[in-house]
């Protein structure tokens, strides 16, 4: 739909226009700063007044007083105050000051540093000049009690235009801003951590021409000229294991998968994810190096292990609790999964129990409804659950006196479902016959059916030495560290359905 000015933005239009009649560029290419913000208050307190500086920024505040003015601006680095006098800039400068700068517009000023009569850092104005114009005003944050406790909201009306307009929820919101800087700090200290456990960080092709590493849906896409179908994948696990083959021991990848799957709270399409795959290892010792990576980012982020998650303390601290899938079931659920060997028979005992299973669901997908329904809610301090069954787990080793169950464990914090990991299958055949198995439990459309990957079987062919394997979604471990219920505000762009 094509815009159309407002009231508010026709005057700033015409503000434009008169700037350009009067011979000046209102969108300068170059700027002449010399100091950021933060830099020209620091030179303040460090050489006291006097200190010659150029500064740029978005006005925040304006104020007009006859012979004077002043006015905030804020670059990344923060805030700094303008003083703009008339006797320094002249009645001139002082009327385009008044007329044609708004807030929301980007400014550059000279002057030296000096502090107000409230001691409040300052430049005090010599010349300053636009360098953008802002035709649309900034949604307007402002804070109101809500039963006791201050709330800061955007002028927007409907949540999801923030998400929407990013840039503006940015731009308006600094609590906003510092959320994606914690973003950033969390995939930093999963990468310190990585490197300093001597893993090597990999990049594996995000177009494959087939999908695997998880149950899910993929996107699919084609390549023009190689005539040929290929997909975004929902997983780098294949690839990664690719590498052990090659003589890697440890390797990891911090990057996006893609999955054509619902949309809510913990699920976009589209997300950031950490694997890495190790050799010689198994999900033990993929667990310890588990819970000492979450407890080293929250002390990077933190200076300690415990973090408050929608008003609960959560210490990350390990060790971590451990318990067997089938116990946590007993334990919530009142069902011991065990004792009904066939979907059939779990079906029957879940409605029973008041449940109302899908009829189409195998054996084990009953046993993960069962999980994500009773079980997961509950699991608020950090939990490892162990040793799942067989037919949901296609990459996982069969556990040696059980083969139902393989050697697989997710971690739950603040109730939510963080990650996954495996002791990894390395024997070939055994791979290639789940991977039929997998083809005779589930229909070709069903979201857990795993393609015949005939090239990794030729990789693993070669040899794959034992090794364990994790995943976990780095979207969500930021929703844990920031205190957010929704992906969507972990992400600077979530995926939103179109406007109707």
């Known amino acids: 739909m094509a815009w159309e000015p407002n009231d508010l933005e026709q005057r700033r239009l015409q503000k434009l226009q008169r700037i350009r009649s009067a011979g000046l560029d209102p969108y300068p290419a170059r700027t002449n700063r010399t100091h950021t913000a933060a830099a020209a208050v620091s030179a303040l307190e460090r050489e006291g007044e006097n200190v010659a500086v150029t500064v740029c920024g978005r006005i925040r505040s304006l104020r007009l007083m006859g012979k004077a003015a002043f006015a905030h601006i804020e670059d990344g680095s923060g805030k700094i105050q303008l003083f703009f006098r008339a006797d320094a800039l002249g009645e001139l400068a002082m009327d385009r ?44 944050v402002k804070e109101q009690q809500v039963d006791g406790e201050r709330v800061r909201y955007s002028a927007f009306a409907d949540v999801e235009e923030r998400y929407r307009q990013r840039y503006a929820d940015l731009a308006s919101n600094a609590e906003v801003r510092e959320l994606f800087r914690t973003r950033a700090r969390v995939v930093a200290a999963l990468r310190q951590f990585m490197d300093q456990e001597s893993f090597l960080e990999v990049e594996t092709p995000i ?32 690839y990664l294991k690719r590498l052990l083959v090659g003589m890697y021991d440890r390797v990891y990848e911090i990057g996006r998968d893609f999955r054509n799957e ?82 059939k028979d779990l079906a029957a005992a879940m409605r029973a129990h008041g449940h109302q299973p899908d009829p189409r669901s195998s054996w084990g997908k009953l046993v993960d409804s069962l999980l994500g329904t009773h079980v997961e809610p509950t699991l608020i301090q950090p939990t490892f659950v162990l040793d799942y069954p067989r037919d949901i787990s296609p990459l996982a080793k069969t556990k040696p006196n059980d083969p139902t169950h393989v050697e697989r464990f997710e971690f739950f914090i603040a109730g939510m479902e963080m990650g996954n990991a495996f002791s990894e299958i390395n024997d070939p055949l055994d791979q290639q016959e789940r991977f039929l198995e997998m083809g005779r439990l589930y229909d070709a459309k069903d979201e857990d059916a795993h393609p015949m990957d005939e090239d990794y079987l030729r990789a693993m062919r070669y040899g794959m030495p034992p ?22 505000e972990v992400l600077l762009f979530p995926h939103l359905r179109n406007r109707e």
């Open 97 to 140: 000051l008044e007329r044609d700068y708004d807030l929301g517009d980007f400014v550059e000023a000279t002057g030296t540093t000096v502090r107000t009569r409230a001691g409040e850092p300052s430049v005090l104005v010599s010349d300053f000049r636009m360098l953008t114009k802002a035709i649309s005003p900034l949604p307007v």
């Open 207 to 238: 177009l494959q021409p087939i999908y695997g590493g998880a149950a899910a849906r993929p996107f699919v896409t084609h390549h023009q000229q190689l005539h040929q179908d290929l997909y975004l994948r929902i997983s780098f696990e294949l």
């Open 262 to 343: 619902g949309v809510s709270f913990k699920h976009n399409p589209e997300f950031t994810q950490l694997e890495f795959y190790a050799a010689y290892l198994d999900y033990n010792q993929v667990m310890e190096l588990a819970e000492n990576m979450l407890a080293y980012v929250a002390r990077q982020l933190t200076g300690g292990t415990s973090i408050e998650s929608e008003g609960q303390t959560i210490d990350l601290a390990p060790p971590w609790r451990r318990l067997t899938l089938r116990q946590a079931i007993l334990d919530t659920a009142g069902i011991d999964y065990t004792q009904h060997p066939t979907a």
């Open 467 to 488: 090794c364990g394997g994790f995943g976990t979604g780095v979207d969500r471990l930021v929703m844990l560290f920031a205190d957010r219920r929704s992906i969507r």
